[in-house]
């Protein structure tokens, strides 16, 4: 493969010899139906039943394709970046050898990086996307494991997602060490990225073979989501470290928030003479009112409609004001039931609500008020 393409097509491969030859297949057809100059590049982990070499036989006929052959640390992610190295062109592309992930989907993946974007990712969580035919356990942990992914990303709805794309100054000069599955997170995490496009497909499980997820692929995903965020705090300038930023101003915020009500509560009742539920509840209104603008034009930063109360900013706010009341009555809960059922002393049960219903807050808040 010593042409320049636009775009390469990574496959990583581990025994799929059922498969390898039709999805090399339909790649090639949508590539050249779209007028696409792209390669392929299998790269697979010596398979031990016929991969090698029925992709070895087809390199005769497509001279587009090429296969490398691993030999050490072998893994799906350390197959992509292995992709990632050899591939010979500024775009790269990531789809697995049995049609779980639509080839025909590439030719738009391309497009949204030639309109912009830096990385691309088919989403089975936006609108429009689905899985079929995944059993409950595999449903259940995928939803796990995209749950964790969005504390980190919480503006991407399937950070990992093994059907993407991107441009080479992504990750150049990067040194990726992914481990496992979860190769679109590493690049996320490390990578330097301003625009993300999600485009919807289904994925349909393969109809040939099996998966290779194992227990070890799951738990060296937890190890990643760890070495990511201890990564984002000391190399700081990337997209990890701006959501800790944000999640540390929402903090700062909520304390003020709790000076505030204190505050408030304290000058309603002792020099207004109002009945102290009657002065909390306005405290507390008081408070979240704060808490609102502060984050709206601090936390979040979304001072160019300063001047302007827009519609936006009302919904904004009644978003805000639900989850806020919501929290509050999940931090009473709280206080009670551990106080009262499980005996502990009630200031410790109401910081242990209150640090619940911080992460409640902001998780809920981010992915709804502020989904920026
Ligand atoms: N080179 C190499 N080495 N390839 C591998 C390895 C490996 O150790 N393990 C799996 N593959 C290849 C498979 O041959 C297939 O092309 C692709 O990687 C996906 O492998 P599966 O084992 O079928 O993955 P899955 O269906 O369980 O997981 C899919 O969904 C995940 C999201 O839930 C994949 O798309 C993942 O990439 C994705 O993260």
Not at 184 to 189: A, R, S, Y
Request: aromatic share 14%.
């Amino acid at each position: 493969m010593d042409a320049q393409y636009e775009i390469t097509v990574i496959i990583p491969t581990f025994n799929e010899e059922a498969n390898i030859a039709d999805i090399i297949e339909a790649v090639n057809s949508t590539l050249s139906a779209n007028n696409i100059r792209g390669g392929i590049l299998v790269v697979d982990d010596e398979s031990r039943d016929k991969t090698i070499e029925i992709v070895q036989n087809l390199t005769l006929k497509y001279n587009n394709l090429k296969i490398i052959v691993r030999h050490e640390d072998h893994g799906l992610s350390q197959s992509v970046i292995e992709g990632f190295k050899q591939a010979n062109s500024d775009i790269f592309i990531v789809i697995d050898a049995d049609f779980s992930h639509p080839p025909m989907l590439i030719p738009l993946f391309y497009g949204e990086i030639k309109k912009g974007a830096d990385v691309v990712i088919g989403s089975r969580y936006i609108h429009g996307g689905k899985i079929q035919q995944w059993p409950l356990k595999r449903r259940v942990l995928s939803l796990g494991a995209t749950g964790l992914g969005r504390i980190l990303f919480p503006e991407i709805t399937d950070p990992v997602s093994g059907f993407f794309a991107l441009r080479k100054e992504v990750i150049s000069g990067v040194q990726l060490h992914p481990r496992g599955y979860k190769i679109l997170m590493e690049v996320l995490g490390k990578g330097q990225w301003k625009s993300i496009v999600e485009i919807p497909f289904t994925f349909t499980d393969r109809h040939n073979g099996e998966s290779k997820l194992t227990f070890c692929i799951i738990s060296d995903y937890a190890k990643q989501i760890l070495s990511l965020a201890e990564y984002s705090l000391t190399s700081r300038n990337n997209q990890i470290w701006n959501e800790w930023k944000k999640m540390a101003k929402f903090g700062f915020v909520g304390f003020s928030g709790v000076l505030v009500n204190v505050g408030f509560l304290y000058l309603f009742t002792e020099y207004l003479g109002l009945y102290y539920i009657t002065a909390s509840v306005v405290a507390i209104e008081i408070a979240i009112l704060n808490n609102f603008f502060l984050n709206d034009y601090w936390t979040f930063d979304l001072k160019d409609e300063v001047n302007s109360f827009t519609q936006n900013r009302l919904k904004r706010f009644f978003s805000f004001q639900c989850v806020s009341i919501i929290g509050l009555i999940i931090n009473i809960g709280i206080l009670y039931t551990l106080t009262d059922f499980f005996g502990i002393y009630y200031l410790v049960s109401n910081l242990i609500g209150i640090l619940i219903v911080f992460f409640w807050n902001y998780l809920v808040n981010r992915h709804t008020t502020w989904k920026l």
